[in-house]
């Protein structure tokens, strides 16, 4: 999402009669959400309520192996399983029967068929060219790769993109598995993207339409953007302003009935933390699914699967088990298909986050969201990739622990974390502090929307040096908004994908993070191969540990310097180990070391000098605190070890510090 404002003279869409006294009224806006069972909600009248999926979301998942986002998905998949109403009877029975079977056993074959011809033609010629990666140099600063392999890079990323969103996806996702795939072609994967074509406003007009249950229009928005802000592989967004009566309050969805304790908490936050001033906006971002995704996406995965199974017959790709890893990706696929379930994602981040202040996620309109449209807040404010090319001034330092800080959070309080993390999905915006709440004075609390929008305000002052490349400008701009007492915050968008481990696999984490705590890489290397995914497949589980051992211990000899130390060399070797060896290691685990790599670099080009486990003290000491009881009853004391253990290290480094 691009923050700039549209023009809206120029491209903003025409409405019908305009309404252009309601647009520019100055009244004060109400909130009314649609009543249950009234039409404007399609959804609840016609398929599954965004509801139901917060309900899904909130079940625990007690011992069993599935998570909210697979019992979301499993509900998605029921909804639009084709089969007969029970109810039907007779020739309306019969007609459905035969319409269904045509489908089902003759089109769908034959469309199945003409996709994979074209795949043929598209894919041929990479396979040809494979004798290409023997040839040439080797490159020492790509990896030491020949040029004809990073040619060969190169050309299977053009295909990939030519061939459609499921490749294309499918390229994207096996950038982050660099613990099946060299390093190198990770990185030439990460840089796809895609060239689809916008699909036609008329059609957005039609699903937006569909999406409010039929009401016009020009009743639904007083601006609608008529150019995407931008074009994806499955869907396109828009920024529109919606009308008064629909637009959400502020924090609605998260806001807690006034008491004692809470008011207390709000001031200690707002005096010690600068807790954000929220102001409401009726601004929206709209994210449409192209229309037919769905159905080119699941012949493209029943395509893959036939090729996974072909090739798993070759006995030197046997340890890929490239039919569970197309499985996978079928159903991370299928997540993004259903949009109601990226604003459940939204919800769950929001009452995570809600007494947080280091990030923020947008309000999600569940009630007009459905599986083709996601309606949310707008996110004001620039993208972090502006600060990472720019540098961040005075807050460089402020913003990268910001980042650390939210996603340990994620990980180790509350095993929900985005598993999109890029620069272009966190935005940064700025916020002066609220001001406390004082009982029974005089002074009467502003109402949220008569407040003043100072994030925008900075936003504006900002702009002009970004889009001109005056890092002298962006510098200085800076230094005026600190003094002016403001302070960045993350925002975090695009939560289609989360990482939440399941049962089993939280098992597997926290026995390895017991061997990794105790030292123990031996143990950490054993473990790692004897729960993986195919233990028989793995080549010298015994040098593997050793060479664990050996990773472990030197991090041990080197745990006062870690500031110096990168996390990510270490994970990188780790993975590099891995596929040397033929660990298959969990998808789970790797998007969670994925993400550390990613966060740790993002916040290293801010602040070289980050220390990652300085950053997780204060979460593992709100950890202990909330379940150090049950871990000593457990006799647990794994986690305790290394909190004691940074603790101690905090002190010396403090100490060392003085002494200097």
């Not at 309520?49 to 909130?58: G, N, T, Y």
């Not at 007009?205 to 150019?227: Q, S, V």
């Not at 510098?475 to 960045?488: N, T, V």
């Amino acid at each position: 999402m691009l923050p700039d404002p549209p023009v809206r003279l120029k491209v903003l869409l025409p409405l019908k009669d305009l309404r252009a006294k309601r647009v520019f009224g100055t009244g004060r806006s109400s909130y009314r959400l649609p009543p249950r069972g009234s039409g404007i909600i399609l959804v609840a009248t016609t398929g599954l309520s965004p509801a139901l999926f917060v309900a899904l979301s909130e079940q625990d998942n007690g011992e069993t192996d599935q998570t909210a986002e697979g019992r979301m998905l499993e509900a998605s998949r029921e909804e639009i399983r084709k089969k007969v109403p029970e109810d039907d009877r007779g020739f309306t029975r019969f007609r459905r029967q035969l319409v269904l079977a045509l489908d089902l056993y003759i089109w769908e074959p034959i469309s199945i068929s003409l996709r994979f011809l074209r795949l043929v033609m598209i894919f041929v010629p990479v396979i040809v060219a494979v004798p290409a990666i023997w040839i040439g140099p080797r490159v020492k600063e790509r990896e030491n790769e020949r040029k004809g392999t990073l040619w060969w890079y190169s050309f299977l990323v053009r295909s990939m993109e030519r061939a459609g969103p499921a490749f294309i996806k499918l390229g994207q996702w096996a950038a982050s598995r660099s613990d099946i795939f060299p390093t190198e072609m990770c990185n030439s994967l990460s840089r796809l993207h895609s060239n689809a074509p916008a699909h036609s406003l008329d059609q957005t007009i039609h699903i937006i339409r569909k999406a409010f249950n039929g009401r016009p229009f020009d009743e639904i928005f007083d601006e609608f953007d008529k150019t995407p802000l931008g074009v994806g592989a499955i869907a396109q967004v828009y920024k529109a302003k919606l009308k008064p009566d629909l637009a959400a309050p502020w924090d609605s969805d998260i806001e807690e009935p006034p008491n004692l304790r809470k008011n207390v908490r709000k001031n200690v936050d707002t005096l010690i933390k600068s807790t954000p001033q929220r102001v409401p906006s009726s601004y929206v971002a709209i994210k449409v699914l192209h229309p037919g995704v769905e159905r080119i996406v699941r012949r493209d995965l029943c395509i893959m699967g036939c090729f996974a199974s072909i090739l798993n017959i070759i006995p030197t790709m046997e340890w890929l088990s490239l039919p569970d890893e197309v499985q996978k990706f079928g159903e991370m696929m299928k997540l993004q298909l259903d949009l109601r379930i990226e604003a459940t994602n939204l919800s769950i981040f929001r009452k995570n986050f809600k007494d947080r202040t280091t990030a923020w996620f947008p309000y999600p309109y569940t009630a007009f969201s459905t599986r083709q449209v996601l309606v949310e807040e707008f996110a004001q404010g620039i993208p972090l990739s502006d600060f990472i090319q720019n540098g961040g001034g005075v807050f460089q330092e402020e913003i990268a622990n910001e980042g650390l800080d939210a996603f340990l959070r994620m990980l180790l309080l509350d095993n929900f974390v985005h598993a999109d993390l890029h620069p272009g999905n966190i935005m940064v915006r700025f916020y002066q502090s609220g001001k406390p709440h004082i009982p029974f004075s005089k002074q009467k609390d502003e109402h949220p929307q008569d407040r003043t929008d100072v994030t925008e305000q900075v936003l504006e002052r900002l702009r002009p040096y970004r889009h001109r490349k005056d890092i002298r400008g962006w510098e200085s701009e800076l230094q005026k908004i600190d003094r002016e007492g403001f302070r960045p915050q993350l925002i975090f968008i695009d939560t289609g994908l989360v990482t939440e481990l399941n049962a089993t696999n939280r098992k597997n984490f926290l026995d390895l993070f017991k061997a990794v705590a105790e030292f123990d890489g031996y143990k950490a290397g054993n473990l790692m191969c004897e729960r993986s995914r195919q233990p028989d497949s793995v080549i010298d589980q015994e040098i593997f540990a050793l060479r664990m051992q050996h990773l472990v211990l030197g991090v041990k000899s080197r745990t006062l310097a870690l500031g110096n130390m990168k996390i990510g060399d270490i994970l990188n070797e780790v993975l590099s180990m891995v596929r040397t060896h033929h660990v298959r290691m969990e998808g789970d685990f790797v998007n969670v070391v994925i993400s550390i790599l990613l966060l740790e670099g993002i916040g290293r080009s801010l602040n070289p000098n980050i220390d990652l486990l300085s950053s997780a003290l204060p979460i593992l000491r709100q950890l202990g605190a909330q379940s150090g009881g049950g871990m000593l009853r457990e006799g647990d004391f794994s986690m305790l070890r290394v909190w004691a253990g940074l603790e101690a290290r905090s002190f010396l480094q403090a100490s060392i510090e003085d002494v200097s």
